[in-house]
């Protein structure tokens, strides 16, 4: 089983709509994190949360939100969706005093 | 802020050897690691340079040279199954910052 789950795997919605999407991790791991990726710009980070009380803004977290409902599980969610969020949607996760991160298998995001 | 240089593409043929350079400006360093992603995939961890010097995993090495604030990630015999993207990123407080990745295509 894989140590990253991510659902959906694919989604398409219609601009103004609430998304959210899931991450679950089986890894023991304290620290999270969403990614966004784009052709030709790499892997952006929206937000990242360290422990259950612990969320920080990345840098391009306007227009998201996370929750982060226990050590395992932490959720990305657009209000409102617009087009231009059209993306693939990373988590991932680390163990704090390390750099490797671990990724879930993405989330295809399509905002119509 | 972080920011990382990468080739955004790069050919090589097929048993040849191929380095994909990473510049890097960053505020603060932990260290220098490699990702690989095929088309479709997730990033997968290749190797990581907290040190200068050259880090060997099979085929694959990676390099570190932090008066440089310059790393390479080099493979050897190449094959098909090489084809991918490949991501530099930088360690840093708290985070760590991606390159914007280069698409290697490995040719017969």
């Known amino acids: 089983d894989a140590d990253v789950t991510q659902t959906p795997r694919n989604r398409i919605t219609k601009t103004g709509k609430r998304i959210m999407l899931e991450c679950s991790q089986t890894k023991g791991h304290d620290r999270m994190y969403w990614y966004r990726q784009d052709p030709g710009l790499g892997l952006r980070l929206i937000y990242y949360s360290f422990d259950v009380k612990d969320i920080n803004k990345g840098e391009i977290s306007d227009g998201y939100s996370v929750s982060r409902q226990a050590q395992a599980k932490f959720s990305l969610s657009l209000e409102s969706a617009i087009p231009n969020q059209t993306a693939l949607y990373f988590c991932?996760?680390?163990?704090?005093?390390?750099?490797?991160?671990?990724f879930g298998p993405g989330t295809r995001l399509t905002v119509l | 802020g972080q920011s990382l240089e990468q080739p955004s593409e790069v050919t090589a043929v097929e048993g040849a050897i191929v380095q994909i350079n990473c510049t890097y400006q960053?505020?603060?360093?932990?260290?220098l690691s490699w990702y690989q992603q095929h088309d479709g995939g997730a990033p997968t961890f290749l190797s990581y340079n907290a040190l200068d010097g050259l880090e060997e995993t099979g085929r694959f090495s990676s390099f570190l040279s932090r008066s440089d604030s310059y790393g390479y990630l080099l493979l050897q015999e190449l094959q098909m199954k090489d084809s991918a993207s490949y991501f530099c990123?930088?360690?840093?407080?708290?985070?760590?910052?991606f390159g914007t990745g280069t698409k290697l295509q490995v040719i017969p």
């Open positions: 991932a996760t680390n163990q704090g005093g390390t750099d490797t991160q671990y």
């Open positions: 990123a930088v360690g840093g407080y708290q985070k760590v910052t």
């Open positions: 960053t505020s603060g360093f932990y260290g």
